[in-house]
């Protein structure tokens, strides 16, 4: 049996998403920026903008598309509708599909929506010598519903939603500081440590994604997450949207590094 090996490149990721590849985002393309997408219609587009500008830490919003684009600034030539391992379709609020692809759904009104990923900041973690254990399992990140409240906007509120990695006690402040250099992709931790603060219960039960194992000393860490979004849909009830499915994010050619600060 072959061992399927992440594309080191953005293009070549995007082209085995748009021939059917379902897999988590995580390790693709290292060093490339990756994006989580909404995508509403134009008549809650404003909504979703001032979520974004009122809640900059679970949604730092990268580019905004015209209605009906299917391209992005952030890839030029890639399409929308095609170029993530999977996306999800709400209704009311419901869930309603998981495809692989959107272009039957796609509509003249609609405006997407492309929000940093905190994948993005994985690259910065282990050249600094901080393991990332979702990757070492080939495991989709832990990502879970708080007892935080987002920020209302318009019509959309929800809860924040974070992503949690499990580091050595050691190596945290070390990936604080990483991650803190690059608040367009979630920035530094919301919370270390004591995940019943936060109100989750089990952290071997995610709301999203797969259980990660910690290794031994290791603390769980906490960052605000891009599917944040989609709670908010969920709590809003729109009457339609699509997002990227949790970890199978839309893949851009920026390289990393244009989102960290000096």
Not at 163 to 169: A, E
């Amino acid at each position: 049996m072959t061992m399927l090996l992440p594309a080191a490149d953005p293009v070549g990721a995007r082209a085995q998403y748009r021939a059917g590849l379902a897999v988590p985002s995580s390790g693709w393309a290292p060093g490339y920026t990756q994006a989580n997408l909404v995508v509403v219609p134009q008549d809650w587009a404003y909504d979703v903008l001032l979520f974004g500008q009122r809640n900059p830490k679970p949604v730092p919003l990268l580019d905004v598309t015209d209605a009906g684009s299917t391209s992005t600034a952030l890839a030029p030539g890639a399409d929308l509708r095609t170029d993530l391992p999977r996306y999800r379709v709400w209704r009311d609020g419901e869930l309603v599909d998981e495809p692989t692809d959107v272009v039957d759904l796609w509509r003249d009104d609609l405006v997407a929506f492309l929000i940093g990923c905190s994948f993005s900041f994985e690259t910065a973690l282990l050249d600094a010598g901080v393991p990332v254990r979702n990757i070492e399992q080939g495991r989709n990140v832990s990502m879970y519903r708080t007892n935080r409240a987002c920020r209302p906007a318009g019509r959309l509120s929800g809860p924040l939603v974070v992503s949690m990695r499990p580091v050595p006690g050691e190596l945290v402040a070390a990936a604080v500081l990483v991650t803190a250099r690059m608040p367009q992709v979630h920035g530094a931790p919301v919370h270390v440590g004591a995940p019943e603060a936060l109100g989750i219960a089990d952290l071997g039960a995610p709301d999203f994604g797969d259980p990660v194992e910690p290794a031994e000393g290791d603390v769980p860490v906490f960052w605000a997450c891009g599917v944040t979004p989609q709670a908010a849909l969920m709590d809003s009830r729109p009457p339609f949207a699509i997002t990227h499915a949790p970890g199978h994010m839309f893949v851009t050619d920026v390289p990393d590094a244009v989102y960290r600060a000096t």
